[in-house]
């Protein structure tokens, strides 16, 4: 508890003698021992959690590993055959697509809810919770069960289609057309965790911004172009980078969908499926460890380029 | 440029997520063996695992209890499952050293298993198959080692609905003289006749149906290290499937699609021919009864199709349903035994399991529980002993990477349904895909 109290201490008083410098010293010495004892709970679980299961799957990536039996060192053999994988190019394929469609199409429903709900109407806590609950669910593996029924030949959307006289008999999950779309159209559905930081951005635009432009004149769509997107640049930003890490490794719903196979004819056949597929459907971990480790390249340059671009666009104030 | 607290969360939380990529595919190897085996207040405690259905889970329960009671030394704790997450379950729990003691395993994968090293030589430590009858024990035999006991006798079949058939107003097929396009012709009339979706379904998705089809020329699914057949044969199999489709016997390509594969997801309650969408469906003999019980029908056994159009060189085969295996990791071999004998040579338990795991191996036991079957299970027995004569030899179990061909197999087929490859394309892909796996 000592240790505590010493943290509150604030010292000011510049230390004028020898023998105040190796007091001052020590407390320093103290306090940083209480600041690594603070730290001890996180950094024993980066070690344990993060860093040791990091280290390992690096190590496997280099390794014939078939789970029943020790590995064995082949070097790069595992990097090399993935050059020559065509279902690790069509998981790229659709892992691409998903990502590139359907993380901006979520970003845009986002943030045109939270500019709805931004309009400060009655009930607001209320809607935003309700808009905010798919982003808890889409990830679960109800949701993608009731998702695979809602788009089956029988299902409710063609159900719902026929009540308007569309003779709809098409199964959107059994066909290499469309079943990718579903899954996508369910990860637009999850805007929930943009929407809310959106939200948050959007009420620390100050009003008086928009109250001048509207004395100038300015329309709607100009406020939004010249005021909303641009201080709201570093929030769409953080969005942006964020939504495409956790797309990028998305599995679930692609999972439970497709019955864990990525069909129909590969067709929803994610990267962290497939990666899936191979580590534990085929026993081949290092294959699969390597899998990852390119995955962790892919988002790294993903990552990297965001941060290039966002120089030319995004705009902090300061 | 210098990086603000924003820039850095951003990045840190980059960071974190990508490590969490990493950690999907990290299991450390080599942890150490956990689960069972431990000696508790001078008893044992064992995991059993099985996959199953509804009324498998009731039986292998009351199994477990009757098992406990003739042997109170040993206590056995259930881990039942669905056979779609049966196997990665498994191979994750091997993996760490947690693989159940007991294991209810699969023709596809004993290969896998057994030829790494992670199951017993049940022989070893007493396994007793001296009453079973003729080419009923091999199957269970990799590298010369018994590390599984064929737990029942199964026979790939086509199950019928004769309602469907009363109301096309046809007959039943005669399954003893019926070629495979005598099938795509009645599949076809059934379907138009009786106004379902599939005359017939799962015929092209199972590896057992094309192994027989394959056999009838001259060929197998695996040779003891290879792939037993060319892409010309595998060609012919998707050529067929698109004779069968083009007739309108099997459903459109997105009908198929949906309804999947067999094993590939839908328990076999929830199949097209328990709801009724399907005159004929190709499944395992001894699921006869589940499919019963699910569908409140009486569904009828038929044979295979032929090539020749003679029952007698249709190749059959018996399939061991499954096995009962044993982690080579088991702190007690003798115990996991004891189930796996007790489980095969008795009454109480032949009693209780009747022949729903398939017909019982052991000659005595079953001449013992004829007469306690229900009328579909007397059914199966009876087409068990029929098609005796139309036996050939017995298939090797696929070797090491070969689990997975049905599943393969169905995604090609897949491709060729939708027309995104012409059968030659995707049957070379296919062979190819199948060699590239045994290789690894």
Known sequence: MSA????????????????????????????????????????????????????????????????????????????????????????????????????????????????????????LAFYRSVFYLPSMLGASVAIALIWRQMFESDGLVNQVLRLFGIPATTSWIADPKYALWTIILLHIWTFGSPMVIFLAGLRQIPGMYYEAASVDGASHWAQFRKITLPLLSPIIFFNLVLQIINAFQAFTQAFVVSNGTGGPSDSTLFYTLYLYQRGFGQFQMGYAAAMAWLLVVIIAAFTAINFFFSKYWVFYGD | MAINRRQFLIGAGGLAAAASTIGLSACAPGAPSGSGGGASGGGTNLALAWWGNPTRNKNTEAEIQAFQQANPNITLAGQPGDFAGYWDKLATQTAGGQAPD??????????????????LDLEKDGADTSKFIEGTVDSGRINGQLVGVNAGINSAVIVANPKIFEKAKMDLPDDKTWTWDQLSDVAAEVAS?????????????????????????????????????????????????????????????????????????????????????????????????????????SLKLLRAPSLAGKATERKAWYKASMLWSASAKTK????????????????????????????????????????????????????????KPELASTPIAPPPGGGKLAEIMFRYESDVLFGKASTAEAAQKFVDEVKSNLQV
Do not use: C
Not at chain 1, 5 to 15: D, G, I, P, Q
Not at chain 1, 31 to 53: E, H, S
Not at chain 1, 78 to 107: C, E, H, W
Not at chain 2, 341 to 368: C, M, S
């Open chain 1, 4 to 123: 505590i109290s010493e943290l509150s201490t604030v010292h000011r008083v510049k230390a004028k003698t020898p023998e105040e410098k190796r007091l001052r010293a020590k407390e320093a010495a103290r306090d940083n021992k209480a600041g690594y004892l603070f730290l001890l709970p996180w950094l024993i679980g980066l070690v344990l959690i993060v860093a040791g299961p990091l280290i390992a799957s690096l190590y496997l990536s280099f390794t014939n590993y078939n789970l029943l039996q020790a590995p064995q060192w082949i070097g790069l053999e595992n990097y090399a055959r993935m050059l020559d994988d065509p279902r690790l190019l069509q998981s790229l394929k659709v892992t691409f697509i998903y990502v590139i469609v359907g993380v901006p199409l979520q970003l845009i429903v986002a943030l045109a809810i939270a500019m709805l709900l931004n309009e400060g109407m009655k009930g």
């Open chain 2, 102 to 119: 007991i294991i209810q395993m699969d023709m596809a994968y004993i290969a896998e298993y057994g030829n790494r090293g992670a199951l």
């Open chain 2, 193 to 297: 006749k009786a106004g379902v979706p599939f005359g017939l379904v799962y015929l092209f998705g199972g590896d057992p149906m094309f192994g027989a089809y394959l056999r009838q020329n001259g060929k197998e699914l695996f040779t003891e290290k290879d792939v037993g057949f060319e892409p010309a044969d595998a060609q012919a199999w998707f050529d067929l499937m698109m004779k069968f489709q083009k007739a309108g016997g099997i459903g459109t390509p997105q009908q198929i699609s949906e309804e999947g594969s067999p094993g590939g997801g839908k328990g076999i309650d929830q199949s097209a021919i328990v709801l009724g969408k399907a005159a004929l469906q190709y499944q395992n003999s001894n699921q006869l009864e589940a499919l019963n019980a699910a569908s409140g029908e």
């Open chain 2, 332 to 387: 007690n071999p003798e115990a996991a035994v004891a189930w796996i004998n007790w489980f095969a040579n008795t009454k109480e338990a032949v009693d209780i399991d009747k022949a729903e795991r398939g017909i019982p191996p052991n000659a005595e036991l079953q001449e013992y529980i004829r007469p306690k079957l229900s009328p579909a299970q007397q059914e199966v027995a009876k087409f068990i002993v029929d098609i």
